[in-house]
């Protein structure tokens, strides 16, 4: 069973960073897509990036291009997002999520980790 522990999140001033962390464990994820996800307070669930396991392969949301990078260690299993150029608007719960290959879907989930943009 996949396992997922997702952390670094916290408060930070607009215009500043942050690293979150996504911890990995229970199978091979060679080919998994690994994804980042968040929600505000009111409003749905939505895409931030994501990044295929393998080969590298890179994806963002328009809102984030540029100024958010996904990445991963392969020795530690661990996928992060680092976050430059903070804005109030990325507060947010961030989730780290696998979506296995040869499905459409996303079907491990971190419990979250909560990141807060002072303006």
Known sequence: ?????DSGGGLVQAGG???????????????Y???WFRQ????????????TWSGGRTFYADSV????????D??????????????PEDTAVYYCAARPPGTGRYDSW?????????S
Do not use: D
């Open 40 to 51: 505000a307070p009111g409003k749905e669930r939505e895409f931030v990036a994501a990044m």
């Open 74 to 87: 392969n020795a530690k299993n661990t996928v992060y997002l680092q976050m430059n150029s903070l804005k």
């Open 33 to 35: 897509v690994m994804g």
């Open 110 to 118: 971190g419990r979250g980790t909560q990141v807060t943009v002072s």
């Open 65 to 72: 291009k540029g100024r958010f990078t996904i990445s991963r």
């Open 17 to 31: 960073s942050l690293r979150l962390s996504c911890a990995a464990s229970g199978r091979t994820f060679s080919s």
């Open 1 to 5: 069973q996949v396992q997922l522990v």
